[in-house]
């Protein structure tokens, strides 16, 4: 049973998906509904999952003293911190007069958001303009024609998607200044690219999810 | 060496700290400072070339520095780039003029701060353009902050135009769902009912009693689709829902990165349809649209700085090539 049960949900909602996207009328599209929200249902849990998981992670890590388990305290302490700050104010919103979000400009949660969470995660994010610029010094090399070719397309897009690019090109005709170069390679060598590999995944997608629709795949239950 | 370190982090936030708290106005280079600083940016990048030359690598520290200086002290010139408008901007943009005053237009927020750099000013352009020209905006997102920096897109509106604040409603200007969870199912029930979905607004009030949605049920009620989006749930999935199964017209701003992604779907199919009208790719195409909204403001910004880092990296490359090629040459 604790096999066949995942087994049967997962035949029965991919069958139904499958019959309501050609069939689009009760009753196959009412099927089709009921497993978008209980998809809808199961994803919030897993989002509470993850921070309960992750809490727990840390406590162990804390407890037993693993590496960075100082870095554990902090996240422990942020995740408190944040919850609480939005638990309450959500609370307050509720019982205001006009009610307000927990999250509304004004708000404490807000304010942390704003002036903690937004700048970290920028800086996080910022960090890999200086690490493309270091490896792009010391491992973007010619070696052969296809890096050759990658080199070059990225020389081309990445002037050409700033106007730094078209003030280098000025002289040149409008048709051959370095933004139509990007724009070309972006429309026309970057699309056919792209349209390749989304036929290969769609095409992926399509004989494993009928693996798993006929129950002979079956890593996703964990296991063997 | 961790102890030099720790001292130069504290000399930089110590010297931000004194300029942000006792510096009388924003620190604006003159044309002759902004063009004697790129001059020595530029000589420093010829030393760094001997250096590489003479097989003298320079460390990574050095690049971050340069990367750095590169970023920051566009921010203090007053250089104006000239701004050319792509095709899948202008498409955007056409596709919102042609929207009479009072069509709805839903608008996903689709990413979190560490992508806002990119989209917030783009989002702010088109939300500040929406509610200028009469549009009534339907605000939701597929990741937990969207909504939050959508609200960010509101205030900004308003703190630009202040007479916006006035005018403009909520509940029958606008109305923000906030974030449900479910990734593409979401979209795909929305197609069948936004209730559904969004059983009550931000602020608890149930779907029925907002104005703006009496008669919106789903999306054949809706008039335009904009998303702006960092990664998944984003415009592919849009697109693959709203826009191909819903029929959906949609525009996208996405970040650079993901913008590659999205080109495909920008051709004309057999029946002269696009799956995505236009797309706002990165800070060039934020810089644009703001542009053509005539809102110049951190987009264009930015964009100086961008064209320095694109320049950084480039020259990085070039040095770094002529020094392998060199290598080569020896050892033949």
Not at chain 2, 75 to 100: G, K, N, T, W
Request: include cysteine.
């Amino acid at each position: 049973m604790k096999r066949e049960l995942p087994l049967t949900i997962a035949f029965i909602a991919g069958i139904a998906f499958i019959i309501a996207y050609f069939i689009p009328h009760p009753p196959f599209n009412r099927f089709e509904n009921w497993f978008s929200d209980w998809f809808a249902i199961i994803a919030a849990f897993a989002i509470w999952l993850g921070a309960l998981n992750l809490m727990k992670i840390s406590f162990i890590k804390i407890i037993r003293k693993k590496s960075d388990w100082l870095h554990a305290i902090l996240i422990i302490i942020s995740f408190v911190i944040i919850l609480f700050f939005g638990f309450y104010e959500g609370y307050r919103g509720l019982h205001a007069d006009p009610p307000f979000s927990f999250r509304d400009p004004g708000t404490s949660f807000d304010w942390i958001y704003v002036n903690v969470y937004t700048p970290l995660s920028a800086t996080m994010f910022a960090l890999l303009a200086f690490f493309v610029a270091s490896a792009s010094y010391r491992a973007f090399r010619a070696r052969n024609l296809e890096a050759t070719l990658l080199l070059l397309a990225a020389f081309f897009v990445m002037l050409g998607r700033v106007p730094v690019g078209d003030i280098i090109t000025g002289w040149l005709p409008m048709e051959y200044q370095m933004s139509q170069w990007a724009s070309w390679i972006m429309n026309v060598l970057n699309t056919a690219g792209q349209r390749a590999i989304m036929i290969g995944i769609a095409l992926g997608l399509v004989s494993t999810s009928l693996r798993i629709i006929l129950g002979l795949e079956r890593a996703y239950m964990g296991g063997d | 060496m961790k102890v030099k370190e720790l001292l130069a982090a504290v000399i930089i936030v110590l010297f931000f700290l004194l300029c942000y708290f006792f510096s009388p106005k924003p620190v604006q280079f003159s044309p002759t400072v902004s063009v004697v600083v790129i001059i020595l940016l530029s000589l420093a990048f010829v030393y760094v070339f001997i250096r590489t030359f003479q097989g003298k690598f320079i460390g990574r520290r050095t690049v971050f520095v340069f990367v750095g200086v590169s970023l920051l002290l566009p921010f203090f010139m007053q250089f104006s780039l000239p701004v050319l408008i792509s095709p899948e901007v202008r498409s955007v943009y056409d596709a919102l003029e042609e929207l009479p005053p009072g069509s709805k237009v839903l608008a996903s927020f689709d990413y979190d701060p560490a992508s806002a750099p990119e989209l917030q000013p783009m989002a702010d352009a088109f939300m500040k353009y929406a509610f200028e020209h009469g549009l009534k905006v339907i605000i939701m997102g597929l990741w937990p902050q969207g909504p939050q920096q959508a609200d960010q897109s509101v205030q900004a509106a308003f703190a630009e135009n202040p007479g916006l604040r006035d005018s403009i409603k909520y509940g029958r200007d606008y109305v923000n769902l906030g974030f449900q969870a479910g990734n593409e199912f979401v979209i795909l029930r929305m197609g069948e009912s936004f209730k559904a979905m969004f059983p009550t607004d931000l602020y608890n009030t149930p779907y029925d009693s907002i104005p703006l949605l009496k008669n919106v049920s789903n999306f054949s009620n809706v008039d335009f689709g904009m998303n702006f989006s960092a990664g998944k749930p984003g415009t592919v999935e849009w697109v693959q829902i709203a826009s191909d199964r819903y029929k959906l017209p949609m525009g996208a701003g996405n970040t650079a990165v993901q913008a590659p992604m999205a080109y495909p779907y920008m051709k004309k199919g057999e029946s002269g349809r696009k799956q995505l009208i236009g797309l706002l790719g990165g800070m060039a195409g934020g810089a644009e649209f703001e542009k053509l909204t005539k809102k110049q403001a951190k987009a264009t910004t930015y964009l100086l700085s961008q064209s320095f880092a694109h320049m950084v990296v480039i020259m990085f490359i070039i040095i770094g090539n002529v020094a392998f090629f060199r290598e080569k040459k020896e050892k033949e």
